[in-house]
C-alpha cells in the first residue's frame, strides 16, 4: 500500500474517519459497500464519498448492460468515470472488448486508474482526461456504431445531496447522437416524465430501480437498444 507521501495530491485514503472532512464521516460506514476492496489501498477524492456507485448496484448494472445491449456492441463507454466505481464492474464483466473511460478532474482520474489496478482490471480500460462530448465526438467518434454509452453524471456534491444540475432531456439528446444504445444513471428522485416524453427510434426506455438492504440508492434509464429478460432478470 502506498504511503501517504507517495498519494497524489486531491487523493485520499482514508484509515480511520477522524482523517476525514467532517461532512463525509457519515459515509465511512459504507466504504466496504463502495468498494469491497477499501482495505487494499482504494483511493477517494472527497467528492466521490458521495457520488460514486455502490460496489453491488455498480456490478448489476454492468451485468444487466452486458445482458440486455444489442451483441454488435463491442465497447462500452463510461462518460463520467469518476474514481472508477461503474469502470471497474464493467471491466470486471469481460464482457466487452475495451472500456472507455473519460473523466474530466484529474484527481478523480487518478484515483480511477489506481483503484482498476487493484482490481486487476486496469488492462483493460482505456483512460482519457476531459468533456466526455469532446471526446465522443472526437478521439472516439469513429467507435459509436459498436458503443454503448454509460452517463453517470455528478448530481450536485457532497453538500448538494439530490440536486439536479441537468435537465435530463437536455443531458440524454447529446448522448444519443452517438449511440443507439445509452444507459443514464439516476437520483432515486429523477423525475422519469421528462424521459417518458422523449421518442426513441430504437427499442423503448427502461427504467430499472437500485437497492441495497431494501433502500433505494439509485435507477438506471437503459434508452434504445437494450433487450431485457424479465423471466430471468434479478
Not at 86 to 108: C, G, L, M, Q
Not at 190 to 208: C, E, F, N, W
Request: charged share 20%; hydrophobic share 40%.
Amino acid at each position: 500500500m502506498e504511503t501517504i507521501s507517495e498519494i497524489p495530491f486531491g487523493c485520499h485514503y482514508y484509515s480511520d474517519p477522524k482523517e476525514m472532512p467532517w461532512d463525509v464521516q457519515k459515509y465511512w460506514h459504507q466504504r466496504y459497500s463502495i468498494f469491497s476492496k477499501y482495505d487494499d489501498g482504494i483511493w477517494m477524492t472527497d467528492d466521490a464519498w458521495f457520488g460514486v456507485t455502490p460496489e453491488p448496484v455498480a456490478c448489476k448494472i454492468a451485468q444487466h448492460v452486458s445482458e440486455a445491449a444489442s451483441a454488435k456492441k463491442a465497447v462500452l463507454i463510461d462518460c463520467f468515470a469518476g474514481v472508477g466505481g461503474n469502470t471497474i464492474a464493467f471491466a470486471r464483466s469481460d464482457r466487452w472488448t475495451r472500456v472507455y473511460a473519460i473523466e474530466k478532474n484529474p484527481h478523480a482520474l487518478a484515483c480511477a486508474k489506481h483503484n482498476a489496478r487493484l482490481y486487476g482490471v486496469h488492462n483493460k480500460i482505456s483512460w482519457y482526461l476531459g468533456d466526455c462530448f469532446d471526446i465522443i465526438s472526437g478521439q472516439l467518434r469513429d467507435l459509436h456504431q459498436y458503443a454503448v454509452l454509460f452517463a453517470s453524471p455528478p448530481w450536485g456534491g457532497r453538500l448538494g445531496v439530490n440536486q439536479m444540475p441537468y435537465n435530463l432531456s437536455e443531458l440524454l439528446e447529446p448522448f444519443r447522437k452517438h449511440s443507439d444504445s445509452v444507459a443514464l444513471y439516476l437520483p432515486r428522485t429523477s423525475d422519469l416524465k421528462q424521459l417518458a416524453r422523449q421518442p426513441t427510434t430504437v427499442g423503448k426506455t427502461t427504467v430499472i430501480h437500485y437497492c441495497i438492504e431494501g433502500a433505494s440508492k439509485a435507477l438506471c434509464a437503459y434508452i434504445g437498444d437494450f433487450k431485457f429478460d424479465w423471466l430471468h432478470i434479478a
